[in-house]
């Protein structure tokens, strides 16, 4: 059974709540705003002329008529029709295309054998959509929700309050939204769903993202798959219930180098967050907790990370499993709790990491073909320069509840090493939260 964090936790489940009634903050519907145009399932492409009493019926109409600076708005209906974003916005005069809500204003492509459902392609630059929901079906093509090409370069982009739903997904079928090699592609996705993909979200060597209060759930692979490209960050996420990692960050023919997960909410996936190939990437004030492998995997080359201020805690398997051949990671701050084996991590090479300044809960961990290190002293022993880790009970203030704020007897409170972050008292709290 799902836990579910409390509100505070997760600001991203308010994308889902503006889209399904009134669609109040998404636009004007009056008409009055200059250079906005409207469409309608109730329209005509024949005697329309755009206007809110007179609307256009078909999305293609829409894109093609609305000129730099203006705006489209989908009134409430459901489209069966795929919509190619326009190319003849600019950074000085951007192009919206809204709807009245993702409850409301819906692309339906389920049945159909389509490829993507919204394109940006050859240019489609300087654009905003919002407010609406994207539905479909895996089809023979590889095929996503939202495909922001190759072909082209398209850019300043905004992805917000969509709901973005696949039926029958299948692996490596195609993502919710997709990125695809855009070497400055200035994208924002803000209060996004994506769920029944192969992945909710890929960004495929791509730089210049941010990806935030969003939900990615009930993927076949991933939540977030973030492979290649650099200055992305991703932030205060609710990453569940994916068959594989909530966020995998990786490289392939070559490192991934980069980027930033700050905030993201990680439960109910196979394992929390996994890093492979990857260089110098920033992991802060995550929570992983109730995934069925580990709360944290590092694997496959994986340098230069630095890994403060997390909570791992309740994985069954255990809060971090530290793979082969790692170089020069850094873990300070975090809680680590045990799973169902009893274990708080799971070692396969005494090299490439640095975990002084943490908090164990139990203090055990397995080193493969060497058996288990049962208590603090042991593990001290073991790996020099770890003289300032603590154990014990972290103290939640209602960790079966979500809620990973630490009681005042805490023994993570104060513990922390100085990173030159804020904190109250006389250290850093370890995990992902500062006591009140």
């Known amino acids: 059974m799902r836990i579910t964090p409390i509100p505070f936790l997760l600001i991203a489940l308010s994308c889902e709540g503006g889209g399904e009634g009134s669609g109040e903050g998404v636009g004007s519907t009056s008409g009055n705003a200059t250079g906005e145009h409207f469409v309608s399932t109730e329209g005509s492409d024949l005697t329309g002329d755009g206007s809110r009493l007179s609307p256009w019926r078909t999305l293609a109409r829409g894109a093609s008529e609305v000129e730099a600076g203006g705006t489209l708005t989908l009134l409430a209906g459901t489209w069966v029709e795929e919509l190619d974003m326009p190319t003849s916005a600019s950074e000085e005069a951007p192009i919206t295309i809204r709807g009245q809500g993702s409850g409301l204003s819906i ?4 049945g159909l054998d389509i490829q993507h459902v919204v394109e940006f392609k050859n240019g489609a630059s300087n654009l905003i959509l919002e407010g609406i929901g994207i539905k479909g079906q895996a089809g023979s093509r590889w095929s996503h929700g939202v495909f922001i090409s190759h072909e082209g370069i398209n850019q300043n982009i905004t992805l917000r309050d969509l709901k973005i739903e696949w039926e029958d997904g299948i692996k490596d079928g195609g993502s919710g939204i997709f990125v695809h090699y855009q070497e400055e592609a200035n994208l924002l996705v803000e209060r996004v769903i994506a769920t029944g993909f192969s992945d909710g979200i890929y960004l495929k060597g791509s730089n210049n993202i941010e990806v935030r209060d969003s939900e990615f759930y009930g993927n076949i692979e991933d939540g977030i798959d973030y492979n290649g490209g650099t200055d992305v960050l991703l932030e205060d996420n609710f990453c569940h219930d994916n068959h594989s990692s909530g966020i995998v960050v990786h490289g392939n023919e070559n490192f991934h180098h980069g980027g930033v997960l700050r905030g993201n909410i990680l439960q109910n996936n196979l394992d929390g967050i996994t890093l492979y190939q990857t260089d110098a990437v920033l992991l802060e004030r995550n929570v992983a907790f109730g995934n069925s492998d580990f709360g944290l995997k590092v694997a496959g080359g994986t340098r230069s990370s630095q890994i403060i201020h997390n909570t791992f805690s309740a994985n069954a398997t255990g809060a971090v499993r530290l793979r082969k051949f790692l170089e020069s990671n850094t873990l300070r701050n975090n809680i680590f709790t045990g799973g169902d084996q009893g274990l708080a991590a799971r070692i396969e090479e005494e090299a490439g990491f640095d975990f002084d300044f943490n908090l164990w809960d139990p203090p055990a961990l397995s080193i493969e073909n060497q058996g288990r290190l049962e208590s603090l002293e042991e593990i001290q022993s ?6 300032n880790a603590q154990s014990g009970d972290p103290r939640f203030r209602d960790s079966d509840g979500g809620d990973f704020i630490l009681l005042e007897d805490s023994p993570a409170v ?23």
């Not at 692309?107 to 389920?110: E, N, Q």
């Open 414 to 436: 104060d513990i922390g090493q100085n990173l030159g972050q804020q904190f109250k008292g006389n250290g850093p709290d370890c995990g992902a939260f500062e006591k009140p």
């Open 382 to 387: 073991r790996f020099a320069g770890l003289v």
């Open 107 to 110: 692309l339906d492509l389920r």
